[in-house]
């Protein structure tokens, strides 16, 4: 018996898991076979696109998200075997024990990073192949996520400790769960699938494709700035490279990679440019209620590219951060659907 390949649970920001099923059904009124998610995030949308049949291109400008559609969408076949998780998980060697120096008693006791920096050397150190390591980076942050308070890491110290189990267990036991479930969602559909980590004016959309945006939202009320709340995972995804350390802050994170998406005027441009550039492409275009641009303004950019455009109204409950506190709200998701002209 076939086993329908799960994608993993996720509390990331602005994910759009409980929405896939009617993004589908979207998607399949034009009858095209390949998929472009262009701020993929979580990869839930990319991954059910494969799941449904799509040639799939998703793209990030977040390195540890284009690393979980490496070892889940883009990748097919291979998965980390158990003899390979229990040789990362006791790998002695910490290498240059970063983790420890940085973050110890900021985001997790010394076992826990030095267990980070033990595993992510051993990524390094144990000759695994392109996925396998896409694998054990993508479940070691996973394994980082579960094991933090709120899964977030714009606060220091241990003040969220409420005892769950989540909480109690090691970073090498939530590794282990972890990779399991990565594993899990490999599959192969027939088709060839890629994952890549650009800006999306640098991305490559076939003429044939359905272009799916869901960029980060912008609200004057609540920030979009995504490397704020996941500078660590990000961190270790790319090992601290290319990035601007900011090591007078708490919580040792690093400057926030420029962005469009950061005013209401720069994510209509943003827009306007990503359309302009894609005429005869079908688009899909994810947006929520309580952001800016409006429903209206963002069905006037579509007219003034040249194009029409039907918007639908979905009821959806996000959770979604504050610099002050978390909060959960009824919003409508838009789903905007244009065909190519």
């Known amino acids: 018996m076939t086993t329908t390949p799960v994608y993993p649970e996720t509390r990331y920001m602005g994910s759009k898991e409980k929405l896939t099923a009617r993004i589908m059904e979207t998607a399949a009124e034009f009858g095209k076979d390949v998929f472009v998610d262009v701020f993929s995030g979580s990869g839930v949308v990319a991954h059910a696109a494969k799941r449904h049949g799509y040639a799939v291109h998703t793209n990030d400008y977040l390195r540890f998200c284009a690393t979980y559609t490496k070892a889940m969408v883009e990748n097919s076949s291979e998965r980390l075997s158990d003899e390979l998780v ?45 996925y396998e390591a896409a694998i054990a980076v993508s479940g070691l942050v996973r394994a980082c996520l579960k094991k933090r308070p709120r899964g977030i890491f714009t606060y220091t110290g241990l003040r969220y400790d409420d005892g769950r189990r989540d909480l109690r267990l090691s970073i090498e036991e939530h590794f282990r769960i972890q990779v399991a479930k990565v594993n899990a969602a490999v599959f192969d559909n027939g088709r060839r699938s890629y994952s890549t980590n650009l800006d999306f004016r640098e991305l490559e959309v076939p003429e044939n494709a359905i272009l799916y945006l869901d960029p ?23 090992e601290w490279r ?31 440019e990503i359309l302009s550039a894609h005429p ?3 688009v899909i275009l994810s947006y929520s209620s309580n952001s800016l641009p409006t429903k209206e303004e963002l069905v006037e950019l579509f007219i003034q590219v040249g194009r029409t455009v039907r918007v639908a109204e979905v009821n959806h409950r996000y959770s979604f951060s504050t610099r002050e506190k978390t909060t959960r709200n009824q919003v409508k998701e838009y789903l905007f659907t244009s065909p190519g002209v």
Do not use: W
Request: glycine share 6%; no cysteine; hydrophobic share 25%.
């Open 86 to 130: 229990e040789r990362l998980v006791a790998h002695p060697d910490p290498g240059d024990g970063f983790v420890e120096r940085t973050y110890t008693d900021i985001f997790y006791h010394r076992t826990d990073t030095r267990a980070i920096d033990r595993i992510r050397t051993g990524i390094r150190e144990l000759g695994l192949s392109e």
């Open 216 to 238: 980060p939202y912008y609200s004057p009320v609540s920030d979009n700035q995504y490397v704020r709340r996941y500078h660590f995972v990000e961190g270790l995804s790319r």
């Open 242 to 272: 290319d990035v601007e350390m900011q090591p007078h802050t708490k919580t040792r994170k690093f400057a926030n990679f420029p962005t469009p998406f950061s005013t209401q005027n720069g994510t209509l441009e943003a827009l306007r």
């Open 280 to 282: 005869g492409n079908d």
